[in-house]
């Protein structure tokens, strides 16, 4: 089928009804603003029906996030407002036609100790009643909807207070409960459900084997089978995403089955035998099942994605590939995604990004009028983004990497020149949006983003070569990606420097004491300084942090501080518990006790997530990096 050829378009603009639209000439002339300032928009989701539109938002460019909804067709008129003051919305979005699922929290300061109160609710489109709290004890996790069970959706909560979540039916209409699942410590989470709501498999960390096991079960059947052991030294990626559509017992699994990057597979239960790859690349690791969310045909398997410079999608699916291809382009040069979608297609909510663009939200009604709903980031204009190129390298033991450069908008090559290894260290970059990176391209610098081995997502081998390697040939791939732009006549050898957090912080405080140094300063965010006392590592799940502590092994930066050679910002969160603040406190006492050059900025009630920081804390971090870049690197 050819590719759709939409409708002349009708473009209207929804801008004017949002926050920030008519903000005054000095604040679109500060740049920092434009930097620092929330998201305007943090997602747009419209409801099965295509009658109503919800837009999370932010109330000011300090927030918080409110709720507004809107008629389709009347997006002049005034919407319904949720939220606001102490309740910072975090998620929200449609769970039936006339009700929205919302989780929020509340950050109180009680007996000079923050406490954070989280809710989860159900509320009512038409504003009339009040939030429906569903479990105002434990934590909450939106499982699924139950389109054959009207007014009732799946949620994970601990139902039976032991500590273990169970997956239970909650009726939006009346707060009523009706246990589904009942956790047990043998299999305590990780579950999926079936297309009925059955709970149908689970995955959950061993400590015996320091590692994920992963079970399932037959239609019908209460028996669990072990389908797969996941362990620190293998570690092979391994998954279920989901259930086929036509056969029950055949589970879709995401695993590597001896191939270097992950790809997707059929578990016959009925067998225990694999199929071939469904679908795999050579070079990355799949991201995800494309599948129909519409009642009529629910879990069709539409296509495949994977993330390769940027998110990429490989259609089974001829009338699906004609949509996105229909409405991809209308936007030339952005990744899109069909965020949300109305039973029928007649209404669209159409997401679009790119290293150029933070992302902007379209209104496509009748695939014949297409409505701007605004950009993430309005004050941010093109002119003021950088190209960001995808360049491969060798390392010096003939490794073959690849980076993500981020050319600076002004000034000539040689540039000076910052690297920035990411975190995690299980984690990688991509071509899109990068804020740190385009702020500091903006104020002339060019910023290089390698990734290096341990990075996840680029292939089974590239993770592994990561193990025990911190400090030593995983600091040699950073050092190296910019020795080989150098070479190239891009990077100024005499103007270079590293900035990085969270791991990347660790890299900025292994940089500040190796042997001769290749930068002329560091800046190390939320790092960890002392290898020995990290604990649970840097992930943020906890499973995932127990996988990876056994691969932490290398240099210990606070060990060597005696050998720093160049000028380092530090900077970290009072609240940060993922990578202690002690750890910059450690270092910064070494840095102080053999009087080396530092400056060190503890920024309070800031946290090691990025996205729960405030405008407040963007200003502080981002105006300290590019005053050091200035001031103390390269003046």
């Not at 790119?354 to 992302?359: E, I, L, Q, T």
């Not at 690849?402 to 920035?420: A, D, H, N």
Request: aromatic share 12%; net charge neutral; with cysteine.
């Amino acid at each position: 089928m050819p590719a759709i050829k939409l409708k002349a378009l009708f473009l209207t603009s929804f801008i004017a009804c949002l926050p920030f639209g008519g903000l005054s000439n000095a604040a679109e002339n500060s740049a920092m603003i434009a930097w620092t300032m929330d998201d305007v928009i943090q997602s747009v989701d419209v409801s099965l029906d295509g009658k109503e539109i919800m837009v999370l938002r932010a109330a000011s460019k300090e927030g918080p996030y409110v709720i507004e909804v809107y008629k389709t067709g009347k997006l002049d008129a005034e919407p319904i407002r949720f939220g606001g003051g102490k309740t910072q919305i975090l998620q929200a979005g449609w769970v039936a036609n006339g009700f929205l699922y919302v989780d929020a929290y509340r950050d109180l300061r009680r007996a000079n100790r923050f406490n954070q109160e989280r809710r989860q609710a159900i509320i009512k489109s038409n504003g009339k009643g009040d939030w429906v709290e569903i479990d105002k004890d434990h934590q909450v996790t939106f499982v699924n909807r139950l389109p054959d069970q009207e007014n009732w959706i799946l949620i994970s909560t601990d139902i039976n207070d032991n500590d273990i979540p169970d997956i239970v039916k909650f009726n939006i209409r009346t707060g009523a409960k009706v246990s589904v699942h009942r956790g047990t410590s043998k299999i305590p989470g990780g579950y999926g459900v079936d297309f009925d709501g059955t709970v149908r498999f689970a995955s959950a960390y061993d400590f015996a084997v320091n590692g994920f096991k992963t079970w399932a079960r037959k239609k019908g059947k209460d028996d669990w089978i072990l389908i797969n052991t996941t362990t620190s030294k293998d570690r092979e990626r391994y998954g279920v995403v989901g259930i086929d559509k036509e056969n029950p017992n055949q589970f879709i699994i995401a695993g590597h089955r001896g191939e270097n990057t992950v790809g997707f597979y059929f578990l016959d239960l009925d067998t225990m035998a694999y199929s071939e790859r469904l679908f795999g690349h050579p070079t990355y690791d799949v991201e995800g099942v494309i599948r129909s969310q519409k009642d009529a045909d629910r879990g069709r398997i539409l296509g495949f994605s994977y993330i390769g410079k940027y998110l990429k999608r490989y259609f089974i699916d001829e009338a699906e590939k004609a949509l996105y291809d229909g409405i991809g382009a209308l936007f030339e040069g952005d990744n899109i995604t069909l965020e949300s979608r109305s039973e029928d297609d007649n209404v669209i909510i159409v997401f679009t990004q790119s290293a150029k663009n933070p992302g902007a939200y379209y209104l496509l009604e009748n695939k014949s009028k297409l409505t701007f709903l605004g950009n993430r980031k309005p004050l941010l204009k093109k002119e003021m983004l950088s190209d960001v190129k995808y360049v491969p390298y060798k390392a010096r033991d003939g490794r073959k990497i690849r980076t993500y450069v981020t050319l600076p908008t002004s000034g000539e090559k040689p540039f000076p020149t910052v690297v920035m290894p990411h975190g995690g260290p299980w984690s990688r970059d991509s071509q899109l949006y990068d804020e740190w990176a385009q702020l500091m391209a903006y104020k002339g610098y060019m910023v290089v983003q390698p990734q290096f081995r341990g990075s996840a997502g680029l292939g089974l081998d590239l993770w592994l070569a990561g193990d025990a390697k911190w400090g030593h040939e995983m600091q040699d791939d950073v050092d190296d990606a910019v020795l080989y732009l150098v070479k190239r006549g891009l990077a100024d050898r005499e103007r270079l420097a590293i900035h990085g957090y969270s791991y990347g912080g660790y890299a900025a405080f292994a940089a500040t004491v190796r042997a001769n140094p290749l930068y002329k300063c560091a800046i190390a965010g939320a790092g960890v300084s002392d290898l020995n006392s990290i604990g649970a590592g840097f992930s943020q799940n906890r499973f995932l942090r127990e996988l990876q502590k056994p691969t932490i092994k290398g240099v210990n930066p606070v060990d060597h501080v005696k050998d720093a050679s160049i000028p380092i910002l530090v900077m970290h969160g009072d609240r940060d518990t993922i990578a202690h603040t002690k750890h910059s406190r450690w270092f910064v006492a070494e840095l102080k006790k053999y009087n080396k050059e530092h400056k060190y900025m503890e920024i309070e009630g800031m946290r090691h997530q990025v996205w729960t920081w405030t405008q407040k804390h963007r200003e502080i971090y981002y105006t300290n990096l590019i005053d050091w870049l200035d001031n103390r690197c390269f003046n």
